[in-house]
């Protein structure tokens, strides 16, 4: 077998390739070229590969996408494997031609990458989510202005009434004394959060359009507690509920099941692994803090987990259980609708994110 393996480059630095056939054990080909579509098939067109093999990167998606057209195997490897991490000499060429050797001897641990409708709908759940962390920067500075030059506070400073006292405080950069420069800058903040808010606004409601069209999008919100947000990370982060076997996959896909360290007879479990898609972590950790105060199935998780312990003990314990409990059932009713099996049954729950 004719196996290519490639060590991505940026637009700006090349890509090298290494050939090794497997069958006839003649020397290697090394080849360098530009990291664009039209070199790589080039490439293709000259070795003549049975499979090519590539790294995870932000890049990928585009050869995993030429590779399906032209109809070629493609493996993807995971860069977190120990294989690939435990090297004491690493360059473009020898990454190149260690792909090779693990695809060779089918040592290489691979990672699936979804397609390309999927991996765009996770670039726009990705900006909006930037546009919240900007807005929530930029309501710090504001309060920050305002509480250090000793304003009064106000209940809601987000509400109409809170934006028109802030924006009453404001002035014109270019009006204020030197004493004031402070009401300047407010007023410069305060046109950023509507602009900002606006980005948002727009953003949420072209993900929502695309969370309706999607049947298991759409079926995730009927769960308590489930909503747009969260119901569009998880189908965007999972894409099938074939690829896990189990729970304990689903869990160990996302990050949230505990380190494990054992020797001999003796098992200690320590903080999860934090591995996996962040943003969709913290969703279900941020659902689970609201959710354990406000819906029953949520409660009767999070109080079992604390049990009798004091207050503020054994609490981040028990709000990951109930974040790995949603994660599961959400992971669930993909299953069973994939299978074509009818949905359960839920209550209507006043937590939603």
């Known amino acids: 077998m004719r196996i290519l393996a490639l060590d991505l480059g940026s637009a700006s630095t090349q890509t090298h390739a290494h050939l090794l056939d497997t069958e006839s054990g003649e020397k290697p080909i090394r080849r360098a070229f530009p990291t664009m579509a039209s070199a790589f098939l080039d490439v293709v067109k000259e070795l003549l590969p049975d499979r090519v093999v590539v790294e995870a990167t932000p890049i990928s998606g585009h050869f995993v996408d030429l590779c399906e057209v032209l109809g070629l195997p493609i493996q993807v490897a995971n860069v977190r494997d120990p294989a690939w991490q435990n090297r004491t000499s690493k360059t473009d060429r020898n990454d190149a031609e260690l792909l090779a050797r693990l695809s060779a001897s089918g040592q290489l641990r691979t990672v699936e990458v979804p397609p390309r409708d999927i991996r765009q709908w996770r670039l726009a ?69 509507k602009e900002i808010q606006a980005h948002i606004t727009t953003a949420s409601k072209q993900l929502d359009a695309l969370v309706d069209a999607r049947p298991a999008a759409a079926l995730l919100t009927t769960i308590p507690g489930v909503g747009y947000r969260l119901a569009e990370a998880v189908v965007a982060c999972l894409v099938t509920a074939k690829r896990f076997k189990n729970r304990k996959q689903v869990v160990g896909y ?56 004091p207050k503020n003990k054994r609490t981040n314990r028990a709000v990951t259980a109930v974040a790995r409990r949603l994660l599961v059932r959400c992971w669930a009713v993909l299953r069973d609708h994939e299978n074509g099996l009818p949905p359960r049954p839920t209550a209507a729950s006043p937590v939603a994110a």
């Open 125 to 193: 759940i990705h900006h909006r989510h930037e546009l919240v962390r900007c807005r929530t920067r930029i309501k710090n500075r504001i309060r920050a202005l305002l509480r250090n030059e000793l304003q009064p506070p106000v209940k809601n400073l987000w509400s109409v009434k809170g934006l028109r006292f802030a924006a009453s405080q404001a002035k014109d950069p270019g009006a204020c004394t030197p004493d004031e420069r402070w009401r300047g800058v407010l007023s410069m903040e305060l046109a950023r959060y």
């Open 254 to 309: 996302v990050g949230l099941c505990p380190r494990v360290q054992q020797s001999g007879q003796h098992t200690m479990y320590g903080r999860i692994t934090k591995t996996g898609n962040s943003q969709l972590r913290s969703l279900l950790v941020e659902v689970a803090q609201l959710g354990s105060r406000r819906d029953p199935w949520m409660k009767a998780i999070f109080a079992q987990i604390q049990g009798k312990s």
